[in-house]
């Protein structure tokens, strides 16, 4: 069976200014890590990349990523998401860096992971909580992550910060 | 301390506080380390697993004269305190005492300019055989592009003489920015030219058996501690220094 195949990158972004989170775009993420990819492997590492590069899925809450791009060239990619330093959108610029977290062939392989991965992020949270309230909304919410039939992973957010 | 906390969150387990000893300057007298207990009143968890996060302390010392290495072997107190010793040789000749003589667990390649030095097998297979790790630097890379060529060129020929083996990638990040996490450091092991599971030990089993060859250097002549896992005992026969007896179970 002939099938294009991709690989589908799990990404989270981290950086210092708390504001940084809520501007992510996948605009100005695809800018950077094209500049990035141009300045590790050049013209022909970007050519090469950005067959079928896109930005899947954006999570502005907990700064989640998930990138796609053609198997052939992930290892380019790869490499270069550590060059990755600041994010620029509406003429500023945040520094900041993308921590991987998880390489799938497909989305769904990579929405599983996510939601492990938020329980887990859930359960760190909720070990910090102080405020009674806060903790009883994050155990409802570790309680109703599934995967669902929509293409869009469930699970809510909650900030304690 | 800002460093740490993004350390932990980001996935690593054990990190190694480095104080960095250069000869050059007179008077240079190995301070005590920073005992980690006094930065964090108590650990956070590992994510992930349930263990507590390790903090090692960590020396290198930057040799550009033979007469610096006496320094390791005297008896002072201060570098027993220390979990790791790591030696930044500046030329050939103290390349290779550094690989064949000297009591260390890393040697530091150096990766802001062109080394004046090239590799020879000999030496790098007596460190191989010795247990020493050879220790690459990433987060020059990041930050400077010349720095990148020569990271990646000093990378590569020190690649094609010791085939992959006994490499740590480490950061000397100052600041929490400049850290990447555990796999995309594994990812920057492909650009060196490691292959794909040696890159992944470069970031895991390899700084592992670094800290053990530590541990035997810190404990006593011609003791072996034994550890109940098999595999650990055969890393630990590799890792005593050819001079001490090794006594095996």
Same mark, same amino acid.
């Given at each position: ?161 | ?29 190995? %301070? +005590? ?8 009143? !108590?650990?956070? @968890? ?5 263990? /507590?996060? =390790? ?86 890379? %990041? +930050? ?8 990646? !060129?000093?990378? @590569? ?5 010791? /085939?992959? =083996? ?84």
């Amino acid at each position: 069976m002939v099938r294009f195949k991709n690989r589908d990158d799990d990404c989270e972004v981290i950086s210092e200014d708390p504001r940084c989170r809520q501007c992510i775009e996948d605009r100005a993420l695809g800018l950077a890590i094209r500049d990035a990819i141009t300045r590790v492997h050049g013209d022909y590492g970007l050519a090469c990349c950005s067959i079928s590069f896109t930005v899947k899925y954006l999570n502005a809450y907990t700064g989640t990523v998930l990138l796609r791009c053609r198997k052939d060239s992930y290892r380019l990619l790869c490499s270069a998401l550590p060059f990755v330093r600041s994010l620029e959108s509406r003429a500023q610029r945040y520094p900041c860096f993308l921590n991987t977290l998880h390489v799938g062939g497909t989305i769904r392989t990579c929405q599983k992971f996510l939601i492990q991965y938020n329980t887990t992020q859930l359960l760190r949270l909720l070990q910090n909580c102080t405020n009674e309230e806060e903790r009883q909304c994050i155990q409802k919410s570790l309680l109703s992550c599934s995967l669902t039939e929509e293409p869009s992973p469930s699970g809510d957010e909650e900030e304690d910060d | 301390q800002n460093i740490l906390t993004v350390c932990f969150s980001v996935g690593y387990s054990v990190v190694a506080l480095n104080h960095v000893i250069d000869f050059k300057e007179k008077k240079q007298e190995i %301070i +005590k380390p920073v005992s980690p207990s006094e930065l964090f009143p !108590s650990l956070p @968890i590992v994510q992930g697993t349930s263990k /507590k996060i =390790k903090v090692l302390t960590r020396l290198t010392l930057i040799v550009s004269d033979p007469s610096h290495c006496n320094l390791l072997r005297s008896t002072s107190a201060n570098i027993r305190l220390y979990d790791i010793i790591a030696v930044f040789p500046k030329t050939e000749k103290l390349f290779h005492i550094a690989c064949t003589t000297l009591d260390v667990d890393l040697v530091c390649i150096n990766v802001t300019e062109k080394l004046p030095f090239y590799f020879r097998r000999p030496p790098v297979n007596m460190a191989i055989d010795r247990g020493i790790y050879f220790e690459l630097l990433y987060t020059p890379a %990041i +930050k400077d592009s010349t720095m990148r060529r020569y990271t990646i !060129s000093n990378a @590569i020929s020190l690649m094609q003489i010791c /085939k992959g =083996k006994n490499i740590v990638i480490s950061s000397a990040a100052e600041r929490p920015l400049e850290l990447r996490g555990p796999y995309d450091v594994a990812n920057l092991g492909l650009l060196f030219g490691l292959s794909e599971g040696e890159a992944k030990a470069a970031v895991s089993t390899n700084c592992r058996a670094a800290m053990l060859h530590g541990e035997t250097r810190k404990s006593a002549c011609g003791v072996v501690y034994t550890v109940k896992k098999p595999r650990k005992v055969e890393e630990e026969e590799t890792a005593v220094p050819a001079c001490k007896k090794a006594k095996t179970q």
